[in-house]
């Protein structure tokens, strides 16, 4: 999708502020910790409306069983104390802009979107972050939008890497690492950021992708779990995100 103007985001300073109206008159350690923790794990179940994503015979429909995935994975994410946040409950297709802007409105979130690739193994599952970006100068704490995802990668990486592990764990012949792609809803995406996909719509019985789903759920929500220690934003303007004032 193109667009004809250049987004702005305030990355650290809409972080500051919401970190700022979150806090409550309690403990002033405790709130700081909470507000710096993470807290909101936004799902993006990818495609839906009128685009189907990847289909498979039988009438397999990547929109369809993603919708499924991320009902399991909120399941999972919220019996950890964790909020959750959709991207789409039913059968829309919000755009890309608005899939990233649920997450940057967030302060302590991650973002995790979920596919089904049409190629690949079937039976296994991988995790993408977005391959290196170049992190623009810059002005008053403004990022470009389109740049957004760029001060994240790190931490990105390290939850892709705790996912993956676990994903690796449950499916025999899924990478052991995290892949590098460029997708669309990671780049615009101010938060750690993953996609999730799993293989393939070429499986011939649209059950064998169901029973996988219980067991990719889980292991998303322990690689989650595993990461929330890592997770720390900046307090301080100036402080690169995951950095430690």
Do not use: C
């Not at 972080?15 to 403990?27: I, M, T, V």
């Not at 760029?150 to 995290?178: C, H, I, M, W």
């Not at 892949?179 to 293989?199: C, D, G, H």
């Amino acid at each position: 999708m193109k667009y004809g103007f250049v987004k702005l985001l305030t990355v650290l300073v809409v972080a500051g502020l919401l970190g700022a109206f979150a806090a409550r008159p309690q403990n002033s350690a405790t709130s700081a910790a909470q507000s710096r923790g993470l807290n909101i794990v936004v799902i993006d179940p990818a495609h839906g409306g009128t685009d189907p994503g990847a289909r498979g015979v039988g009438g397999i429909r990547e929109s369809d069983i993603v919708l499924d995935l991320a009902a399991q994975v909120r399941h999972g994410l919220e019996a950890q104390g964790f909020q959750v946040i959709q991207t789409r409950s039913t059968n829309e297709n919000p755009s890309f802009d608005d899939r990233s802007a649920r997450a940057n409105a967030q302060s302590g979130a991650i973002f995790l979107t979920l596919h089904i690739s049409s190629t690949g193994l079937p039976g296994t599952v991988r995790v993408y972050t977005m391959p290196d970006m170049v992190l623009p100068p810059t002005n008053g704490g403004l990022i470009p939008w389109e740049q957004a995802q760029a001060p994240y990668l790190s931490l990105s990486r390290k939850l892709g890497d705790a996912v993956q592990g676990e994903l690796t764990q449950r499916f025999k012949g899924s990478p052991a690492n995290t892949q590098t792609a460029f997708v669309r809803q990671l780049r615009t995406t101010a938060a750690p950021a993953i996609a999730v996909e799993i293989s393939s719509v070429t499986i011939q019985d649209k059950a064998d992708l169901d029973r996988m789903l219980p067991g990719v759920a889980e292991a998303i929500m322990r690689g989650v779990v595993a990461f929330r220690p890592s997770y720390v934003t900046p307090t301080v303007p100036g402080v690169a995100p995951g950095a430690k004032p």
